[in-house]
């Protein structure tokens, strides 16, 4: 079984400011790692995901996301914030195996200050 | 695109009332996930189907749920003697290509 842990609840940031929002993940096989945004009153959508390759994956709207296999985590940063960015992000996990379902985490809301 | 549709956007129901929601998923998509969101948490699988088979179910899933994708399509998720604590947002996905799509959610409201 795998688990998602995002550390912050909550993140308020600068307008223009950068941003990372974290994630470590816990599974006894190897996994497939996303994060989906999802804005107020909307479903959720998918911001980037890794499956296999290189390390450092790059997302929709500026964001990017790292993969670390020996600290499991899969941090998601973006540069330079904007207002439009206030939402609520989630890291998700699944298992290479099988047809596991996504796992979510509580999800980080990441307000912008203007 | 039509994209995952679901109905109804937004349910209000007295405790004890049965209730039904529709999931339109993107066509030719086989595979079929519901997620249940509550406030301040992340979604939380209920059940998926690989064209009709309803494959797995969760532990959340209570003998009051219960959910069919007949003709390997639509998939409905009804709730029988709703209770306040399944006030919650019900959310549908279908899967291709390494990624989940999303529809709104159909929001439920157990007074």
């Known amino acids: 079984a795998q688990s998602v842990t995002q550390l912050d609840s909550q993140v308020p940031v600068f307008e223009e400011a950068p941003v990372e929002l974290r994630c470590n993940y816990s599974s006894s096989v190897s996994v497939y790692l996303f994060w989906y945004v999802q804005y107020p009153n909307q479903g959720l959508q998918l911001l980037l995901k890794y499956l296999s390759g290189s390390t450092l994956v790059k997302g929709i709207n500026g964001f990017e996301a790292e993969f670390n296999k020996s600290q499991t985590s899969f941090h998601l940063r973006k540069p330079s914030v904007h207002i439009s960015d206030t939402a609520e992000y989630f890291c998700?996990?699944?298992?290479?195996?099988?047809?596991?379902?996504?796992?979510f985490g509580k999800g980080t809301r990441l307000s912008v200050i203007a | 695109d039509t994209g995952v549709s679901q109905n109804p956007r937004h349910k209000i129901t007295k405790r004890g009332q049965n209730v039904t929601f529709r999931c339109d998923p993107i066509s030719e998509h086989n595979r079929l996930y519901w997620y249940r969101q509550t406030l301040g948490q992340g979604p939380e699988f209920l059940t998926y189907?690989?064209?009709?088979?309803?494959?797995?179910k969760s532990r959340l899933l209570s003998d009051r749920f219960s959910a069919e994708r007949p003709k390997g399509s639509f998939s409905t998720l009804e709730i029988q003697r709703t209770e306040q604590g399944d006030s919650a947002m019900y959310l549908c996905?279908?899967?291709?290509?390494?990624?989940?799509?999303f529809g709104e959610g159909s929001r439920l409201t157990v007074l």
């Open positions: 998700a996990v699944r298992g290479l195996s099988g047809n596991t379902p996504l796992v």
């Open positions: 189907f690989q064209n009709e088979a309803q494959l797995e």
């Open positions: 996905a279908s899967w291709s290509s390494g990624e989940l799509f």
